[in-house]
T-cell receptor
């Protein structure tokens, strides 16, 4: 049972380049999330998808777009990367949005130069 | 202003030296408080969920408690393998959603 799988694990981008971070879960969860984690800032929610076909902004959505491709997959896109988007990105999933533990992927370490 | 505040930011203990980590929150209508453990280079891993004041949960050397304003994660006789960052998250109504808000974490190092 793989749980939540993120690709890639590491990425270096030049300012202005675009890329998509992929996330897939095999637990049949309804809800999926994208967080970024910066030193001293904790986990901050970028976007989430409460269920297939819906997406909503989190605390720090600017500069990002998301797609809930199907129930299993939730991707995060950076259209024009900026150095301020250098961070570790985590995807997570929960059965539903209420009162349930989250399962996290291993993270993607992104550096924008 | 942070809704979830964890203290201390960092804690160094000797093996066997018991201590507590604190998570204080200011949200209204708490639906759940979660504790996670995060090892370097990995994603957070779930430890406990607490729902109401007075509730306690235990797992090996860890015990989590909850009051109306804060939660404590008590670590009894810690071992070096307990070294990790411990994250707290609270779930409460916010703008029509119930997405948990995370604290900044406490980095724990246990020396042998």
């Amino acid at each position: 049972n793989a749980g939540v799988t993120q690709t890639p694990k590491f990425q270096v981008l030049k300012t202005g380049q675009s890329m998509t971070l992929q996330c897939a879960q095999d637990m049949n969860h309804n809800s999926m999330y994208w967080y970024r984690q910066d030193p001293g800032m904790g986990l901050r929610l970028i976007y989430y998808s409460a269920s297939e076909g819906t997406t909503d902004k989190g605390e720090v959505p600017n500069g990002y777009n998301v797609s809930r491709l199907n129930k299993r997959e939730f991707s995060l896109r950076l259209e024009s990367a900026a150095p301020s988007q250098t961070s570790v990105y985590f995807c997570a999933s929960t059965p539903v949005t209420m009162n349930t533990e989250a399962f996290f992927g291993q993270g993607t370490r992104l550096t924008v130069v | 202003e942070d809704q979830v505040t964890q203290s201390p930011e960092a804690l160094r203990l000797q093996e066997g030296e018991s201590s507590s980590l604190n998570c204080s929150y200011t949200v209204s209508g708490l639906r759940g408080l979660f504790w996670y453990r995060q090892d370097p280079g990995k994603g957070p891993e779930f430890l406990f969920t607490l729902y109401s004041a007075g509730e306690e949960k235990e797992k090996e050397r860890l015990k989590a408690t909850l009051t109306k304003k804060e939660s404590f994660l008590h670590i009894t006789a810690p071992k070096p393998e307990d070294s990790a960052t411990y994250l707290c998250a609270v779930q409460a109504p916010s703008g029509g959603s119930y997405i948990p808000t995370f604290g900044r974490g406490t980095s724990l190092i246990v020396h042998p």
